[in-house]
């Protein structure tokens, strides 16, 4: 299950009823592991894996200029920046401002993927890819 929802950090409403209480318009998925249920949002960001909080989960690589297409807002980009890493990643929404101070700290791209280009059915695929593929880890434990 997936929702759209809405964050505008500099809204009124915002400052009054707190972080906590803001929606935030990204595409979103919902996984449920058991018992646990968490919600995930969709953002496009130039930031290594290594900056990512735990729950953090890259679903789509690639040079950034491959990457930009799936963001919510035009972002302008030259030559150079067009060949650095991007990655469209799903961030945890009980780990969204750890995350995205950590990006911002490092000084790095994180806005919102775009709600109609990337859809629930385009984050599942992403998704069961990404579940589906051997982890570099595991593969060097067993061989």
């Given at each position: 299950?997936?929702?759209?929802?809405?964050?505008?950090?500099?809204?009124?409403?915002?400052?009054?009823?707190?972080?906590?209480?803001?929606?935030?318009?990204?595409?979103?998925?919902?996984?449920?592991?058991?018992?646990?249920?968490?919600?995930?949002?969709?953002?496009?960001?130039?930031?290594?894996?290594?900056?990512?909080?735990?729950?953090?989960?890259?679903?789509?690589?690639?040079?950034?200029?491959?990457?930009?297409?799936?963001?919510?807002?035009?972002?302008?980009?030259?030559?150079?920046?067009?060949?650095?890493?991007?990655?469209?990643?799903?961030?945890?929404?009980?780990?969204?401002?750890?995350?995205?101070?950590?990006?911002?700290?490092?000084?790095?791209?994180?806005?919102?993927?775009?709600?109609?280009?990337?859809?629930l059915?385009?984050?599942?695929g992403?998704?069961?890819?990404?579940?589906?593929?051997?982890?570099?880890?595991?593969?060097?434990?067993?061989?």
């Amino acid at each position: 299950m997936a929702g759209d929802a809405h964050r505008d950090i500099n809204s009124d409403s915002n400052r009054k009823e707190g972080v906590m209480n803001v929606r935030r318009h990204t595409p979103a998925i919902e996984i449920a592991i058991g018992r646990e249920v968490r919600l995930y949002h969709a953002y496009v960001t130039t930031a290594p894996a290594k900056l990512d909080a735990p729950a953090t989960l890259t679903v789509h690589a690639a040079p950034l200029c491959d990457v930009l297409w799936m963001a919510a807002a035009f972002i302008a980009f030259d030559a150079e920046r067009a060949r650095q890493p991007g990655r469209l990643v799903l961030v945890d929404d009980r780990q969204f401002e750890w995350q995205q101070a950590k990006y911002k700290e490092a000084q790095h791209l994180f806005t919102p993927a775009d709600p109609v280009l990337v859809r629930l059915h385009t984050l599942q695929g992403w998704l069961w890819n990404r579940l589906g593929a051997p982890h570099p880890d595991l593969m060097t434990a067993q061989g």
